[in-house]
């Protein structure tokens, strides 16, 4: 299936030869997933942006170890991209000008997408964009402090919260007249959470309302053809990847495969699944280690490590017939050498199993209302009331 135009994604300044985006997710796209996807995308010939987990801007200005952990890249990671949440433009603006001032970032994405209750409940992430005036304020503020460096802003959003209260036609043409470098929209609204088929054809719409910079299309790409089959119905430049990456990094290359119109596709044996689990641990451990707290620190990393690696082992084993002894135990693993014993149980000889380890992947839940402010959906402007709502939205604790 070769792709309706491979050209390259061009984001401000960069260009980015396969125009895949790596979706950020919070408590997986730190520096060690990341760097997993980026080598499979390498391998196979192509050059993505890896987006790291959300930081909020009020973290990032009190210099929150947590935020400062999550913004870390790896020496050869550039562009070094890095999303930002909040809720006050004077905030927004200030925390891009610590990143890019202090040479932290190369690309900043900011998030109007987060369908999370205790994000929206405030006003923030995908609420956000209803009140237009404040949407602009924000992406006119990042940027005003991001330009002047050379570093491009772009903004990630879903369609809006629920099918009766849409904001992304209006949300797309703002962000391309203040200077957004891309629009990023995941075809769900925020009632969607994460639930159903999402809405492509609203992404072909948003296409033809932005004219002037790339519209990259989000949600229900869980194959390299996904994403081709999304660049031909939609017009869109280019795909951002989120859950169809989960427990499966090589995806990338499947990815730059379909998008160079090849028909390579990346077929794991359990003995590839568990090496690049292992690859995974021995990343993790590295980047826990680098760090110089109270909480990280080299006396600490294996055991952190071990604790987050447990949340990608369904994923990494899904569609495979891994036995529930093994399963359980490395979900639950607390060290390499239990690891390695456990994984030395496994028949690694095992084939790639198939349709059984494609498609979804992830929580996808139901639709659901949508915790608001009060009043939130009254109308589009800002009162007094809303924006002492807004203060308490401006999160001081990051990763979602």
């Known amino acids: 299936m070769p792709p309706p135009d491979p050209r390259p994604l061009a984001v401000g300044p960069f260009t980015v030869r396969t125009p895949v985006v790596l979706a950020p997710m919070a408590g997986v796209t730190n ?8 080598e499979a995308m390498a ?22 170890a947590e935020s400062l952990r999550l913004i870390q890249h790896d020496a050869d990671e550039h562009p070094r991209s890095v999303q930002v949440y909040g809720v006050d433009p004077a905030v927004v603006g200030a925390a891009v000008r610590m990143l ?7 690309h900043i994405d900011l998030n109007f997408g987060c369908p999370v209750p205790k994000v929206t409940r405030k006003g923030g992430g995908a609420a956000l964009p209803w009140k237009w005036q404040l949407f602009e304020a924000i992406v006119q503020a990042a940027v005003r402090q991001a330009a002047p460096h050379g570093v491009p802003v772009t903004v990630k959003m879903r369609k809006g919260i629920d099918p009766d209260h849409l904001s992304y036609l209006d949300a797309g043409k703002i962000a391309e007249a203040s200077g957004a470098a891309t629009v990023a929209l995941h075809g769900r609204t925020a009632a969607d959470y994460y639930s159903g088929q999402a809405d492509w054809d609203a992404i072909a719409t948003l296409k033809q309302t932005v ?5 990259l299309g989000n949600g229900d790409i869980w194959s390299g053809d996904d994403a081709v089959r999304m660049m031909r119905e939609t017009g869109c430049d280019g795909v951002v990847v989120g859950r169809g990456c989960l427990g499966r990094p090589w995806l990338f290359a499947d990815l730059a495969h379909a998008m160079a119109g090849r028909p390579d596709r990346v077929r794991p044996r359990l003995r590839d699944v568990v090496a690049t689990m292992r690859r995974h641990l021995d990343l ?46 490395l979900a639950q693993v607390t060290s390499k050498a239990e690891f390695d014993d456990l994984a030395g149980k496994l028949d690694l000889d095992t084939p790639y199993p198939g349709e059984a380890a494609e498609g979804p992947r992830g929580r996808a839940g139901s639709p659901r209302g949508v915790n608001l402010p009060e009043g939130w959906l009254a109308d589009r402007f800002l009162d007094d009331d809303a924006l002492a709502t807004l203060a308490a939205a401006e999160l001081s604790v990051s990763g979602g």
């Open 31 to 38: 520096q060690a997933f990341r760097r997993l996807c980026r």
């Open 43 to 64: 391998e196979a010939g192509g050059e993505g942006l890896f987006v790291s987990e959300m930081v909020t801007s009020r973290a990032l200005l009190e210099r929150n």
């Open 100 to 106: 890019v001032e202090e040479g932290r970032a190369d």
């Open 211 to 215: 004219t002037s910079i790339p519209v």
């Open 284 to 329: 993790l451990e590295a980047h826990f280690a680098a760090v110089d707290d109270a909480k990280y620190g080299p006396a600490n990393a294996e055991d952190r490590a071990c604790r987050e690696i447990r949340k990608h082992i369904a994923w990494y084993f899904k569609g495979y017939p891994v036995g529930h002894e093994v399963r359980v135990g």
